[in-house]
């Protein structure tokens, strides 16, 4: 059984969100063994200045790391990343479990993204969509189009 890991810096906070992460990862169950790795949010002031935002995602990149897997393929959730379908991620996730050597990572950042170098250590960086969402709400979608992959690579009729 695949090995998946979801790393989030922050922690969900409303009900309605943990509910839908919940049935996701109960899903996610009859496919891989799925780990949920939850890092705290370094605490800003309201209107930080840049370089305190940089220090702020360096210390979260260094916590990241800390909880990555020696065979991690770390994938950054990012605005600059490529956006795919799903069926296109069910391919990655598919050719990730054939090859069996690397673990696929998801990375979703804080309210202020991720800091450029755990960006650059990413083998590959993923864009949901060209808008804006909630990072809670991120986690959510990308659960489920975790689950949309693995239902599209075992031929069931979820994905339509």
């Not at 370089?51 to 995602?57: D, K, M, R």
């Not at 054939?98 to 673990?103: K, L, T, Y």
């Not at 309210?111 to 083998?123: D, P, T, V």
Request: charged share 25%; with cysteine.
């Amino acid at each position: 059984m695949q090995r998946v890991t979801l790393i989030c810096v922050g922690k969900l906070k409303e009900r309605f969100y943990a509910e839908a992460a919940a049935e996701y990862v109960k899903r996610l169950g009859r496919y891989c063994k799925l780990t949920l790795v939850e890092l705290p949010e370094e605490r800003l002031p309201e209107d930080p200045p840049p370089a305190q935002v940089e220090a702020a995602l360096e210390r979260e990149a260094a916590a990241v790391r800390a909880k990555l897997p020696p065979s991690a393929c770390l994938i950054a959730l990012c605005v600059e990343g490529r956006e795919r379908s799903s069926r296109d991620l069910a391919r990655l996730m598919e050719t990730w479990a054939c090859r069996g050597e690397r673990q696929p990572v998801f990375l979703i950042g804080g309210s202020f993204g991720l800091h450029e170098s755990i960006k650059a250590q990413a083998a590959e960086k993923l864009s949901m969509s060209p808008m804006t969402f909630p990072h809670h709400l991120a986690r959510v979608m990308l659960l489920e189009q975790i689950y949309r992959a693995y239902q599209i690579n075992a031929g069931t009729r979820y994905h339509k």
